[in-house]
């Protein structure tokens, strides 16, 4: 993919990826680099899926895998905050990513955002939870249905992986 490291950042950055392994058509990676606690947390996607189908996408408060998707939980809010959108600036979830995943033509999607929500250096950050995409576009907590102001009512989950620690060497 070759996200890079930002220019002056510090040797004590921290780094973590997602890595999806086939499965339900979709696959690929999330990187996450923060420099510093005070910096925003730059994520970069690069993941493959069927042709122009859009996927909702989020951090999940847990990694335990030993019931599938079912054991990794809600949403990751650590503020308790309703369901909302990374893009129109209203209250959301930290575990609410960018609004939506949307496969090109080709079946691609990259793209590389800031988030200054999530915290790669704090104690019971993202280390360990999960990201999972689901089956039905996110609705942004705005589409008057029973979930949306709790999952976007973004439908069964089809994908996830654990976000890990990974090496400095790694992430480029």
Same mark, same amino acid.
């Not at 990513?97 to 990259?110: H, K, M, P, T």
């Given at each position: 993919?070759?996200?890079? *490291?930002?220019?002056?950042?510090?040797?004590?950055?921290?780094?973590? !990826?997602? !890595?999806?392994?086939?499965?339900? $058509?979709?696959?690929?990676?999330?990187?996450?680099?923060?420099?510093?606690?005070?910096?925003? !947390?730059?994520?970069?996607?690069?993941?493959? #899926?069927?042709?122009?189908?859009?996927?909702?996408?989020? /951090? *999940?408060?847990?990694?335990?895998?030993?019931?599938?998707?079912?054991?990794?939980?809600?949403?990751?809010?650590?503020?308790?905050?309703?369901?909302?959108?990374?893009?129109?600036?209203?209250?959301?979830?930290? $575990?609410?990513?960018?609004?939506? +995943?949307?496969?090109?033509?080709?079946?691609?999607?990259?793209?590389?955002?800031?988030?200054? !929500?999530?915290?790669?250096? @704090?104690?019971? #950050? /993202?280390? $360990?939870?999960? +990201? +999972?995409? *689901?089956?039905?576009?996110?609705?942004?907590?705005?589409?008057?249905?029973?979930?949306?102001?709790?999952?976007?009512?973004?439908?069964? @989950? /089809?994908?996830?992986?654990?976000?890990?620690?990974?090496?400095?060497?790694?992430?480029?």
């Amino acid at each position: 993919m070759g996200a890079s *490291h930002p220019k002056n950042c510090a040797s004590s950055a921290r780094n973590a !990826v997602c !890595v999806f392994e086939p499965a339900n $058509g979709i696959a690929g990676m999330i990187l996450f680099h923060q420099c510093s606690p005070h910096d925003p !947390v730059s994520i970069h996607y690069d993941l493959s #899926g069927p042709a122009s189908e859009t996927h909702a996408i989020h /951090i *999940h408060e847990y990694g335990d895998l030993r019931q599938g998707c079912a054991s990794l939980g809600e949403h990751y809010n650590p503020y308790g905050q309703t369901h909302g959108s990374y893009r129109y600036n209203m209250p959301r979830h930290a $575990g609410d990513l960018i609004n939506n +995943v949307r496969f090109d033509q080709a079946g691609r999607f990259r793209l590389t955002t800031q988030d200054t !929500v999530l915290c790669l250096f @704090r104690s019971g #950050g /993202i280390y $360990g939870r999960s +990201v +999972v995409i *689901h089956q039905d576009e996110d609705d942004l907590g705005r589409g008057g249905h029973d979930t949306s102001l709790t999952t976007g009512n973004s439908g069964k @989950r /089809i994908q996830y992986g654990i976000i890990a620690i990974c090496k400095p060497s790694h992430f480029q």
